[in-house]
Structure formats: C-alpha cells, structure tokens
C-alpha cells in the first residue's frame, strides 16, 4: 500500500543535483511535502546531512549486519563515484526491471532470481551479491573495511533476520515467543545466531 504514493519507492532517474533540487522544490511549492522527510524513496539524498540514506538500515537486528550492508554501501557508493570521476556512464536499469527485482527480492528474499538485463537473464540474489562484494574487495582494502564487507558473506551463509525469524517460529511450532528469544539474543551478542 505504502509504495502507490508517489512519494515512495524506487528514486525517480534524476541526472544531476540541480534535477533533484527543481524536484523538490516543486513538490513543495504544490503542497505534495512540506520537507524530504516525506520523500520515503527506497534510495534519497538528504542535503541537511550530505547523506545517502538507504531505507534498509531500520531493520537490520545485529551490529554485524549494519556493518556489513553499511561498508558494502560505502564501498559501492566510493566505487561509482570514482567510476563517474572516470567518464563512465552508470547503467540506468528500466524502471519495470528495477520493480520487478524489488518484488523479486521482497517475495524470495535471499533465494530471488533478479532479472540483469531487459532480455530475461536471472541470477540468483545470492550468487550476484557475493560477485559484487568481490569486486567490492579492493574498494574495501583502500577504505579499510574488508571484514566489514565480507560479512556480507556471512548473512549469505546464515539467510537473513527474516529466514531466522521464520526458522526460530517453526522450531517452536509457530511460537512467536521463541523468535522474540532469537531476536534478543541476537541483539546481545551483535551477530546472526
């Protein structure tokens, strides 16, 4: 329901800082926002804070995993800066396949197939995210965040909070108590259990 606002979702292609602005600015003088706050893209820049926000991050449960997806972040975002420093030209996805892998990855989680191309061709989230974090590794030597990045590897290893959270209820014959106790625990020891 959230993602029919307009104001929700994946970022509009927007080319350079000064489209972001007129955006904006148009979205304010129309009554639509009175400030970004209510811009929930998935991926927004927030120029009070000269930040990237990714709105991931509020629901990772251990310091492990905030630190794995904040260094893969911080490494991809450093590696297409210097691409664009380079003359190089981002790929720009189509909108219907950057939905389709965003209800991909939502429905399958880690298990999703993700379209790469508008041809058809899938690759499982899995395989794809473990050749992006070794691409990443020199990125990560340089802004000295190797174990950080690699623990993506890990989650890969373990599944995500929601595979656990599922595991832990079915162990417990749906016992939402016994995930609560994986969660807390968890929390305590900063790492996926």
């Not at 000064?18 to 927030?46: C, K, N, Y």
């Not at 298990?111 to 041809?119: F, G, M, N, S, Y």
Request: aromatic share 6%.
């Amino acid at each position: 329901m959230f993602e029919s606002l307009p104001t929700a979702g994946p970022p509009y292609l927007l080319s350079d800082w000064g489209q972001f602005e007129q955006f904006m600015a148009t979205l304010v003088s129309s009554g639509t926002v009175e400030t970004i706050r209510e811009v929930w893209w998935d991926v927004r820049p927030h120029p009070d804070f000269g930040t990237v926000e990714l709105r991931i991050c509020d629901g990772l449960p251990t310091l492990l995993e905030v630190g794995a997806i904040a260094a893969l972040t911080q490494c991809l975002v450093d590696w297409m800066n210097t691409r664009l420093d380079e003359g190089y030209r981002l790929p720009t996805p189509q909108r219907w396949v950057v939905q389709e892998n965003k209800w991909r990855a939502a429905r399958y989680g880690l298990d999703a197939e993700i379209l790469l191309d508008e041809q058809g061709t899938t690759r499982g989230v899995r395989d794809e995210v473990a050749g992006l974090v070794n691409d990443l590794l020199p990125v990560a030597r340089r802004l000295e965040c190797v174990d950080e990045l690699t623990d993506v590897l890990h989650i890969l290893e373990v599944g995500s909070s929601c595979d656990r959270q599922r595991a832990a209820a079915q162990r417990a014959d749906g016992d939402l108590a016994a995930v609560v106790d994986v969660l807390l625990r968890e929390m305590k020891s900063g790492r996926p259990l």
